[in-house]
């Protein structure tokens, strides 16, 4: 079965909740919901892992090696514009990844448009609030050979 990690940095467990506007009105839990029941109908094998410390984010990184995974769909949130350890801990594991973003980053402030993730991504979608996730999982889908996925 293929292993997808769905990785999400600072702040984002409080989806809903903050700034609506930017970033919808759907929670962190209704978004990992609606993609589990997408990963789940493709037999694809779905981990979610949500922190506002930097340090577990890389040792999530690097423990997806270890098991196996075999995409990422990562929103980093803030540490977009300031992580490199992020950044050499997913070209560390070699793990293809998609770079999510609710808002469109593009469009907002200055500091924000600033990725440190972009260049070495499979590829970056951003603004469609929670279905940013969804559209990155079927890019993921679409690449999973078949039959891999429920292996």
Do not use: W
């Not at 340090?55 to 769909?73: F, S």
């Amino acid at each position: 079965m293929a292993k997808v990690l769905v990785l999400n940095g600072p702040n984002l467990n409080l989806l809903g909740e903050r700034e609506p506007d930017h970033y919808g009105s759907s929670s962190l839990d209704d978004i990992i919901g609606d993609m589990r029941s997408l990963a789940g109908a493709c037999g694809v094998e779905l981990a979610h892992v949500q922190s506002n410390s930097e340090g577990e984010l890389v040792d999530t990184i690097h423990g997806a090696a270890k098991d196996g995974v075999e995409y990422i769909i990562f929103n980093p949130a803030g540490f977009t514009h300031t992580s490199v350890v992020l950044r050499d801990a997913l070209l560390a594991v070699r793990i293809p990844f998609i770079e999510v973003h609710l808002s469109a980053v593009d469009a907002r402030e200055p500091f924000r448009q600033q990725t440190y993730f972009a260049d070495i991504a499979m590829g970056v979608i951003s603004g469609f609030r929670g279905e940013s996730y969804l559209l990155a999982l079927q890019a993921v889908l679409n690449r999973i050979e078949p039959g891999q996925a429920a292996k």
